[in-house]
């Protein structure tokens, strides 16, 4: 009986054996599906990532070409022959030197104006104790949810009052009175540091002043760089405050000098986007180098302690 068994259970299993014969275990199953999820999510990042940088190709390609190859199809994305005078001829057009100088300096002193600011108001809402602190913080947070142009004709008559319309002084002055996206933002990343090292350092003698100039400010590199890159990217592609507060030639900025060679020279494509890659170079450069720390701080910013 036990042999017959036996025989019959062979007999069974068998078959099995032979139609299966490439049947994946559970942790090969798993990392096949782990391979198709990886290399479809790579296949779509990709391909979004083709299709946003395509105008900045073509834009870039476009910069060098003759007036009559701009529309041409299908489309030359190496031009040729290659024409370098169109970044003179769009420097001399218009005094676009004149409108970098003022777009690096409205950008720099609003980014410089943020970061003291929103550094000190941001330390003392995470680190200092006093009452009412979670209102005013709350407060605060509340104004992101303003429209800007609820307050544009408020600021303008306020602006106007002190006699600051047609200076750049509406444009980077109030950079310095704080923001609550730069305070929210380096706020988050502060109650990442432990409040251990600002307990020992006031045991130890420690001023407010010294905890937040020599230990919080050098730990929040990545934080100040990210809020640095957003306000200078904010500042140097803004074109409603220029427009409204600025008139003169000479005080103009890039973008507002970009709008107005479209007005002037509506034709001239190939000179308009030389002006854009001129306009889009500072930034791209700036990411390129303070890209590590941006990514760091976006992902830092996000933890609790």
Not at 144 to 166: A, C, D, N
Not at 282 to 290: C, E, G, M, N, R
């Amino acid at each position: 009986m036990m042999s017959s068994t036996n025989a019959t259970q062979a007999t069974t299993s068998s078959p099995k054996q032979s139609l299966f014969p490439f049947q994946l275990s559970t942790w090969q199953s798993q990392r096949l599906q782990q391979r198709v999820t990886h290399t479809l999510s790579h296949l779509i990042l990709i391909s979004g990532a083709v299709v946003m940088v395509l105008p900045f190709l073509w834009m870039l390609s476009t910069s060098f070409k003759a007036p009559g190859k701009t529309f041409v199809y299908p489309p030359e994305w190496i031009p040729a022959p290659i024409v370098w005078e169109n970044y003179p001829n769009m420097w001399t057009a218009l005094p676009f030197g004149k409108f970098f100088i003022n777009s690096v300096k409205i950008a720099g002193l609003t980014t410089i104006g943020q970061l003291v600011t929103c550094s000190m108001a941001a330390f003392a809402f995470s680190i200092l104790k006093f009452r009412g602190r979670e209102f005013l913080f709350l407060l605060l947070i509340a104004t992101l949810m303003i429209p800007y142009q609820v307050t544009l004709i408020p600021t303008f008559i306020l602006f106007s009052k002190i006699g600051w319309v047609g200076t750049h002084l509406p444009l980077w002055v109030p950079a310095f009175w704080g923001g609550a996206f730069g305070t929210f933002l380096l706020r988050q990343f502060y109650l990442t540091i432990p409040i251990d090292l600002a307990e020992s350092a006031r045991i130890d003698g420690a001023s407010i002043w010294q905890i937040f100039r020599y230990i919080y400010v050098p730990l929040s590199g990545p934080a100040m760089a990210a809020l640095a890159i957003f306000t200078f990217m904010w500042s140097w592609n803004d074109l409603l405050n220029p427009l409204i507060y600025v008139a003169e030639l000479d005080q103009l900025t890039l973008t507002i000098g970009l709008s107005f060679f479209q007005n002037q020279y509506g034709g001239k494509w190939t000179l308009m986007m030389a002006g854009a890659v001129v306009s889009i170079l500072p930034i791209l450069v700036i990411f390129f180098f303070a890209q590590k720390y941006f990514i760091q701080g976006i992902a830092m910013t996000g933890l609790k302690r």
